[in-house]
């Protein structure tokens, strides 16, 4: 079945398509990516995404973006089949992840009860519409129903492409928000590890962004943090956050990092090439601390750490990250022939594809969810 999967994450940098054949079914399915594209946002889409974003705003925002999205949706994937000449009918489902605006895994007392909750916008009904093609949208609240955060939800497809039976890998993505999926060799996907370690890009992008008066979208390759001086007593500070001490499972998102955290680090006074050489660190701190303290003891032999992500491209985030972790060969997802940008993209393409065939896709393990239940919704 050719799939194509639609993801705009957390760094709200832009969308991400990839279309892919997939064959087989369940453990036993074979992926064969066939074309990815990343298509940035304009700026004025990305500057009312953040408007909308955890932030105080109006329902007419909010309603006018849920449409806006798949429009663009239906374009960039239009793009992608168009550049990779690939007539865009003969792909039969899209699986998109619509783009997070509010997502508070754990509940929150609500008018009277504990109610856990989360927002994606991008109507499935028009970008079905505009591209042709039955649509799988809205994946997260299914999880959160059956008692689960509704993240990670990319462990699944992690467990698909990357476990072992002699090896131990643990999959790290750095987007907006960083997370991993440990995977001990031979394990069953229950004994599966996954969970959202803390910021990825995000808080750099939006320093890079503030300090360049939005020149800037982020730091190409880690040079200015390369430039900068890493204050350990800041990174010591920030790594108390007893977010980074709590168990699995945990989600993440701008809710945390967004605005409210960006505004703690400019009142910190650092110099700006020092901020970002701080906060940069933060991200592969994180990571490491995470395997450190619950997935390490798990883990016996060799273990390799799969990179993927727009982090991937950080020379400072990846060189820290390994230096972090002496026992382990630190690798990118493209050395197994999954582009680090296409990842998160080529995922929902999956879970569509197992929602399509009623097949449940999250793991409880991962999300803390009751049971496995088939995500998202259908619009033909």
Request: charged share 20%; hydrophobic share 45%.
């Amino acid at each position: 079945m050719r799939v194509a999967g639609v993801m705009s994450g957390t760094s709200l940098d832009g969308i991400d398509v990839a279309i892919v054949d997939i064959t087989g079914a369940g453990w036993r399915q074979k992926i064969e990516v066939l074309a990815h594209r990343t298509t940035p946002y304009p700026k004025a889409v990305r500057k009312a995404l953040l408007g909308v974003s955890n932030t105080q705003t109006h329902t007419a925002a909010i309603a006018r973006l849920h449409f806006l999205l798949p429009e663009l949706y239906a374009e960039a994937f239009q793009a992608t089949a168009k550049e990779a000449g690939i007539r865009a009918r003969s792909v039969e489902l899209i699986g998109c992840h619509g783009q997070t605006i509010f997502h508070e895994g754990s509940p929150a007392r609500v008018l009277g009860r504990r109610i856990a909750s989360t927002l994606q916008i991008g109507d499935g009904s028009v970008l079905a519409e505009r591209a042709g093609i039955p649509v799988i949208s809205d994946f997260r609240p299914r999880d959160m129903a059956a008692g689960g955060r509704g993240a990670p939800l990319v462990p699944y497809v992690d467990y698909l492409l990357f476990r072992h039976h002699k090896i131990n890998r643990i999959a790290v993505n750095i987007g907006g928000i960083a997370n991993l999926t440990a995977i001990p060799a031979g394990a069953p996907p229950e004994q599966v590890i996954a969970f959202d370690t803390g910021p990825g890009n995000m808080a750099v992008d939006e320093i890079v962004s503030h300090s360049s008066n939005g020149r800037r979208r982020f730091d190409r390759g880690g040079r200015l943090a390369a430039a900068g001086k890493l204050n350990r007593r800041m990174l010591g500070l920030l790594l108390r956050d007893p977010f980074y001490s709590a168990p699995p499972p945990k989600s993440a998102g701008r809710e945390q990092y967004g605005a409210e955290f960006l505004e703690r680090l400019l009142r910190s006074g650092l110099p700006m090439t020092d901020l970002i050489a701080t906060v940069t660190a933060l991200t592969p701190a994180s990571i490491a601390g995470g395997i450190d303290r619950f997935v390490a003891a798990r883990l016996r032999g060799p273990c390799e750490v799969v990179v993927s992500g727009g982090g991937a491209h950080n020379r400072q985030m990846m060189n820290q990250l390994s230096a972090l972790l002496p026992h382990a060969a630190v690798l990118r997802s493209s050395d197994f022939g999954i582009d680090v940008d296409a990842k998160e993209a080529i995922a929902f393409a999956v879970l569509a594809h197992e929602s399509w065939h009623r097949r449940p896709a999250n793991l409880p393990s991962a999300t803390g969810a009751r049971r496995r239940v088939v995500l998202g919704k259908l619009s033909v």
